[in-house]
Nanobody, 125 residues
Framework: QVQLEESGGGLVQAGGSLRLSCAAS????????MGWFRQAPGKEREFVAT????????VYEDSVKGRFTISRDNAKNKVYLQMNSLKPEDTAVYYC??????????????????WGQGTQVTVSS
């Protein structure tokens, strides 16, 4: 089992920045592919970014490329999402997820085995 806990969400003006963190426990963190997803009101949960076990590979959803950066610190069992140039359409609950399969890359929600509770990000115009 893996427990995931997100933090760092909040309210920010358009053009601003936020850094989300996700702390993992319960399993060797460096075995896991980590991802960030988001869900806006009335919409499906969608892929944002993923990072492989070493941090050497990343994949982003097109709308966040160049604005968001996913990273991880295996010594601290944490994964991060740095979000810059935020837009109102980035408003959503952001979820951290873990995939134990080792398959790369994984964009599908169903591919991830463990999920956090989510953190709200609200971007005002």
């Amino acid at each position: 089992q893996v427990q995931l806990e997100e933090s760092g969400g909040g309210l920010v003006q358009a053009g601003g920045s936020l850094r989300l963190s996700c702390a993992a426990s319960g399993r060797t963190f460096s075995d896991l592919t980590m991802g960030w997803f988001r869900q806006a009101p009335g919409k499906e949960r969608e892929f944002v970014a993923t990072i492989n076990w070493s941090g050497g590979r990343t994949v982003y959803e097109d709308s966040v490329k160049g604005r968001f950066t996913i990273s991880r610190d295996n010594a601290k069992n944490k994964v991060y999402l740095q979000m810059n140039s935020l837009k109102p359409e980035d408003t959503a609950v952001y979820y951290c997820a873990a995939d134990r399969s080792g398959v790369w890359p994984r964009r599908e929600r169903r591919a991830y085995d463990y999920w956090g509770q989510g953190t709200q990000v609200t971007v005002s115009s």
